[in-house]
């Protein structure tokens, strides 16, 4: 969908891009990585020639950018930037119709698009369409700058920090809404960033560059797993397989099969569970198999009375969605103090659990070094 070919921009002696050439396929997420100064942005803008490039190629869809107009094709890309740059003077909705009103669309349709981008970046309608930029937090400005990128449908999204000026929940909730939106749009989208667990969450593929030269390209997992270079190495930390984990869903390692008993069940039958199970603990579920809580067969089978053996709980808080990354599995188990946390579905449901060994297994997958055939540690020289 988006291809460079040996894409360079000088500045007399200065060279801020060199030589870069890369694909990004119809519905990926490639995210731009690299040190202050490595030529992520300025890549970016040339692709939408905000910046001309010096040589080479940039085609989307298969046609070159410089066979249009800037205007022409800025109105066929969406952008989205870290100041937001909504027009102050413009309600949400005014924003949000900006390129489609450019485009000429006629009212109705524009502004049932209006409705339809709020709902999807998470904004009521009738709440925020006649409000103005000074009347939204920093927050809620990020997602109509997402809407207003969105606008015209555009095949491909370009996005140069988007989220860098927000407070870190912010930045968290938004990462998970623009993760969500993807996975229903499947757009073409370049993504700049520095955070390198944001390009992690969000990347299907990373470009990693430095000093103008892109280092390595390739999958979220192989950079963590198989660096090419030390600079990479490094680049992605010293806590590379915690990062890991936030590549890998729960539904990945968790298990189906977990002992169960029904709210309300006699002393009796919990005896019975609590002597034959395998396991320490025995999941409580409701009628509707909704997580009530669970059963402790060691505390029961150590002599406490089997209502203190319970533990009552809200499975909002005491568990976790299928699609939930073990890292945020982790966080909860070790916040929770257990050595593993149930699964349930968006209703409430048991589907199964998570163990503690299962995200250590996890961890430890992958190269821990880049190693030569002799086995040394490479060193970026």
Request: aromatic letters at 6%; proline letters at 4%; hydrophobic letters at 40%.
């Amino acid at each position: 969908m988006i291809t460079l070919e040996h894409v360079s921009k000088h500045y007399g002696e200065t060279v801020a891009v060199d030589d870069l050439s890369l694909e990004v396929a119809q519905g990926e997420v490639c995210v731009l990585i690299g040190p202050s100064g490595c030529g992520k942005t300025t890549t970016l803008r040339m692709i939408n020639r905000l910046i001309e490039p010096t040589s080479g190629r940039i085609l989307v869809d298969g046609h070159d950018v410089t066979s249009v107009s800037p205007e022409q094709l800025r109105r066929g890309l969406g952008y989205a930037i870290q100041s937001v740059g909504l027009f102050p003077h413009v309600t949400v909705a005014g924003n949000i119709m900006t390129v489609p009103r450019l485009l000429g669309w006629d009212r109705p349709h524009m502004q049932a698009r209006v409705q339809e981008l709020l709902a999807l970046v998470g904004l009521d309608p009738a709440e925020y369409s006649d409000k103005y930029p000074r009347q939204l937090s920093g927050g809620e400005a990020q997602r109509v700058g997402v809407a207003r990128a969105l606008a015209a449908d555009p095949p491909v999204l370009l996005m140069d920090e988007p989220f860098g000026a927000v407070d870190p929940l912010t930045r968290e909730r938004l990462q998970a809404e623009f993760a969500r939106i993807q996975k229903e749009l499947r757009k073409s989208v370049i993504f700049v960033t520095h955070d390198v667990d944001e390009a992690i969450r969000l990347a299907d593929r990373i470009a990693l560059m430095r000093d103008g030269h892109l280092q390595q390209y390739d999958t979220p997992e192989a950079l963590l797993d198989h660096p090419a270079t030390k600079f990479v190495h490094d680049f992605m930390g010293a806590d590379r397989a915690l990062k890991r984990l936030g590549r890998v869903r729960v539904s990945d390692v968790m298990r189906n099969e977990v002992p169960t008993m029904q709210d309300g069940s006699g002393a009796e039958t919990m005896a019975q569970r609590a002597s034959c199970a395998e396991s320490r603990f025995v999941y409580i579920v409701d009628a509707g198999g909704r997580l009530e809580g669970w059963f402790d067969c060691v505390a029961f089978r150590e002599g406490r009375v089997a209502r203190d053996a319970i533990t009552s709980v809200d499975w909002r808080e005491a568990a976790v969605r299928p699609d939930t990354s073990l890292k945020e599995a982790l966080s909860r188990m070790l916040g929770q103090g257990f050595r593993s946390i149930a699964v349930v579905d968006g209703d409430g449901r048991l589907l199964g659990d998570v163990a503690l060994a299962g995200i250590e297994e996890t961890m430890t997958a992958g190269d821990a070094y880049i190693t030569h055939a002799g086995g040394e540690p490479e060193v970026d020289v």
